[in-house]
């Protein structure tokens, strides 16, 4: 069965402290991971995705098949990076669905 | 593109009552998806359209759920009848399946609340 996990609901750090949000996922084949970002009421936006191998806003995350996980990085956080965060699966045979996690709502406090 | 365009974005309305939730997928995109987000549960597949069929509908809570995409650029999530357990963000997204690398665009999402 395909599951995403996000164990932590919610991650509070201080500006400019380093910041890991965990996702582990569980899926039999070769997946697609992404990052999905949802500020305040608004719509999901893509922020990155493992094939493209790219730093978004300073975040960053690598997938580790041996460990299924693909946990998002940045060394300093910010104030606006405050958000809900998902981390989302997809299979390999690609049926265009996307499998989320449960979110962790990131805070950075000043 | 506008991208993903959903109504209302708002709705409130009585135990009950039908609702229905409109979306408008970019355009050229061959997939489209409801989903819906509670605090309980996250995010959640309701269902899945490829070229205007419905393809994965597992997700639909119920009968009082009902999908439909009549065209490509256009697709209806109803509920009959609704029930204070249905209020939840009813997102649509949309992406063209078959190119490597797709990306599932969301709309602003229908806030629905049943009272």
């Known amino acids: 069965a395909q599951r995403v996990t996000q164990p932590e609901k919610l991650l509070s750090v201080f500006k400019g402290a380093p910041v890991e949000l965990k996702c582990n996922y569980s899926?039999?084949?070769?997946?697609?991971l992404f990052w999905y970002v949802q500020y305040s009421r608004q719509r999901l936006q893509l922020l990155l995705r493992?094939?493209s191998r790219e730093s978004i806003k300073g975040f960053t995350a690598d997938l580790n098949k041996g460990e299924t996980s693909f946990h998002l990085k940045k060394p300093f956080a910010q104030e606006e990076d405050s958000a809900m965060y998902y981390c989302?699966?997809?299979?390999?045979?690609?049926?265009?669905?996307?499998?989320f996690g449960q979110g962790t709502t990131l805070q950075v406090k000043p | 593109d506008a991208g993903v365009i959903q109504s209302p974005r708002h709705e409130v309305t009585e135990m009950g009552q039908e609702v229905t939730l409109r979306c408008k997928p970019i355009?050229?995109?061959?997939?489209l998806f409801w989903y819906r987000q509670t605090m309980m549960r996250g995010l959640e597949l309701l269902i899945y359209?490829?070229?205007?069929?419905?393809?994965?509908d597992s997700g639909m809570p119920e009968d009082r759920f009902s999908a439909k995409m009549p065209n490509a650029s256009f697709s209806t999530l109803k509920i009959q009848p609704s029930e204070p357990r249905d209020s939840a963000v009813y997102f649509c997204?949309?992406?063209?399946?078959?190119?490597?690398?797709?990306?599932?665009?969301f709309g602003e999402g229908s806030w629905l609340t049943v009272v």
């Open positions: 997204a949309s992406s063209l399946e078959g190119r490597a690398g797709n990306t599932i665009y």
């Open positions: 899926y039999s084949g070769s997946p697609e």
């Open positions: 493992h094939i």
């Open positions: 989302a699966l997809r299979g390999s045979s690609n049926t265009g669905k996307l499998i």
């Open positions: 355009s050229g995109h061959n997939s």
């Open positions: 359209f490829n070229n205007n069929v419905p393809i994965d």
